[in-house]
């Protein structure tokens, strides 16, 4: 059973910045892709970034320019930072990983909450 921790939510302005964090338990990231969700309240979870097990990266047209997803293999980890946040970018924040090889499974962190307010 993989574990994923998120690090890094709080509050911000608009225009602001925060660096989100997911770290796993095992060395999964090497094999599979891995993924930041958002889930804002009453509303569905939607995919905001993603990044292979090859390093290609991809985003959602809200955030695309933004925020920037990257892999550190070394700390088992993926960070997400991101930039000229917005009101609408307010919700908790999730990392996935949907493994099909190596540990499969469909593991979920407990979520960081995230609020862009003046």
């Known amino acids: 059973q993989v574990r994923l921790t998120e690090y890094g939510g709080g509050l911000v302005q608009p225009g602001g910045s925060l660096r989100l964090s997911c770290v796993a338990s095992?060395?999964?990231?090497?094999?599979?892709?891995v993924n930041w969700y958002r889930q804002a309240p009453g509303k569905e979870r939607e995919l905001v970034a993603s990044?292979?097990?090859?390093?290609?990266?991809d985003y959602a047209e809200s955030v695309r320019g933004r925020f920037t997803i990257s892999k550190d293999i070394r700390r088992n980890a993926v960070a997400l930072q991101m930039d000229s946040l917005k009101p609408e970018d307010t919700a908790v924040y999730y990392c996935?990983?949907?493994?099909?090889?190596?540990?499969?499974?469909?593991?979920w962190g407990q979520g960081t909450q995230v609020t862009v307010s003046s």
């Open positions: 095992s060395v999964i990231f090497r094999f599979t892709t």
């Open positions: 996935n990983v949907n493994s099909r090889v190596y540990e499969p499974g469909d593991y």
């Open positions: 990044i292979s097990n090859t390093s290609t990266a």
